[in-house]
Structure formats: C-alpha cells, structure tokens
C-alpha cells in the first residue's frame, strides 16, 4: 500500500474498494443489525476460524500483506520516505496525499481479502454476514501491511542498500 504524497485522485479500483465497504456495511447493519448478540457472534467466528476448515484465509491474506508491504517499504526507503503509518498519524500536511495513495495500493489487496473470506462464511458458516469481511480485512491485511511496512522500510534503510 505504498502511497506517493503527489497523487490526486482516487484510482477506479480504490473508489470501486470504497464503494464495495460502504455497501457492506450499510447492509450488514440492515440485515444484521448491531447489537450486543452481533457482537459476540463476531469475536466468536473470529476466534474459531483459524480452527475450522479452510482456515487459509489466515495464511493468504497476511501473506499477500506481507508481500505488498516488503515491496512497498522498500520502494519508499529507496525513494527517501518516511515510513505510511508514521506519516499518516504524524504528517498533518501530507496525510491526504498519503491516504489516497495508499487507498489506491490497498485497492489490490482488499477485493482479494473480501472474496476470500466472503467464500469462507459461504461455505463454512452457511451464511454471509456482510460486517465480517469488513473486520477480517482490517484485521488480518491491514494491520499486517502498516505494521510491516514500516519495518521493511527501517530494515532496509538499516543495511544500506541505497
């Protein structure tokens, strides 16, 4: 999810991400509501998931962060950036440029996530709540990737490859 400062505008995919997380959301809210029962049935398919059948999601979709990441951190040491997630938090001026690029690179990375886990309540659950991908994604790409990409980059700068 590398993300170049001067980018402007959104990429198709990422609006298409956007757009896709929204309806998720939206209609898992309708259908499923939020409650205190909703919840708990979250944290409890979370848990159980790595224990069930096609448990891969665990492994493809942080693997898939973690490749995105390595490149991505990489790419920012040799440009001379600092790392996404220090900037994003720190960088009041340059957050909204770092954003978008970000949400342009996530854009390959999310649908992939979504699908994934989509598949898996379909056939190991039997049902499909529209929250859930949304919660997975954060949790097991999103985090993976911000967390590694800033240690890719400081052990990049680290062996001075520049």
């Known amino acids: 999810m590398t993300s170049d400062p001067d980018l402007a505008v959104l990429g198709v995919l990422a609006r ?5 997380a929204v309806v998720l959301a939206i ?9 205190a029962d909703t919840v708990s049935r979250i944290c409890r398919n979370l848990i159980v998931r790595p224990s069930v059948p096609m448990n891969s999601c665990f492994i493809l979709e ?3 962060a973690t490749i995105a990441a390595l490149h991505d951190g990489v790419h920012d040491a040799r440009s001379g950036r600092p790392p996404y997630f220090w900037t ?3 960088g009041t001026r340059e957050r909204p440029g770092w954003l978008r690029g ?5 854009a390959t990375i999310i649908p992939l996530c979504l699908a ?3 598949i898996y309540q379909f056939l190991v659950l039997g049902t499909f ?3 859930e991908p949304l919660i997975v994604v954060v949790l097991l790409a999103f985090v993976t990737y911000m967390i590694l990409q800033g ?12």
């Open 151 to 162: 240690q890719a980059l400081r052990v990049w700068r680290g062996t001075k490859h520049d």
């Open 27 to 35: 209609s898992g809210l309708l259908w499923r509501g939020a409650s």
């Open 129 to 131: 709540h529209p929250n």
């Open 62 to 64: 942080p693997s898939k």
């Open 16 to 20: 298409v991400v956007i757009a896709l």
């Open 116 to 118: 994934i886990d989509t």
């Open 88 to 90: 994003i938090l720190h």
């Open 102 to 106: 970000g949400l342009n690179a996530g």
